[in-house]
């Protein structure tokens, strides 16, 4: 049984903070990845960010690189993403997922074995 749970979206304007937690519930998983893709309407879904569970190694999206923060907390087993400057582009479902597999590609979807449900960002302009 593994459960993840997002947090933290809402309706900002742009230029607006909001930071989202997710909280991983997996008794005897170990997972070396978690991240997060983002969705809009009629679109797939895209990578956003990640980060090694072990080391603390990051990999941002290139619209979001300097405005995003990923971080984790091993001892709560939760990462959360700090996102700053918001962009109406920015606008989507957002979904935190982690991965299992040691040779799992951060930026692929594939790679990511369990998903939440997803919180929702809408920034205005």
């Known amino acids: 049984q593994v459960q993840l749970r997002e947090s933290g979206g809402g309706l900002v304007q742009a230029g607006d903070s909001l930071t989202l937690s997710c909280q991983l519930d997996?008794?005897?998983?170990?997972?070396?990845?978690m991240g997060w893709f983002r969705q809009a309407p009629g679109k797939g879904r895209e990578f956003v960010s990640a980060?090694?569970?072990?080391?603390?190694?990051?990999d941002y999206e290139d619209s979001v690189k300097g405005r995003f923060t990923i971080s984790r907390d091993k001892s709560k087993n939760m990462v959360h993403l700090q996102m700053n400057d918001l962009k109406p582009e920015d606008t989507a479902a957002y979904f935190c997922?982690?991965?299992?597999?040691?040779?799992?590609?951060?930026?692929?979807?594939?790679?990511?074995?369990?998903w939440g449900v997803g919180t929702q960002v809408t920034v205005t302009s």
């Open positions: 997922g982690t991965g299992v597999r040691l040779d799992g590609t951060s930026r692929e979807k594939t790679s990511y074995d369990y």
């Open positions: 997996a008794p005897s998983l170990t997972h070396y990845i």
């Open positions: 980060i090694k569970w072990f080391n603390g190694v990051t």
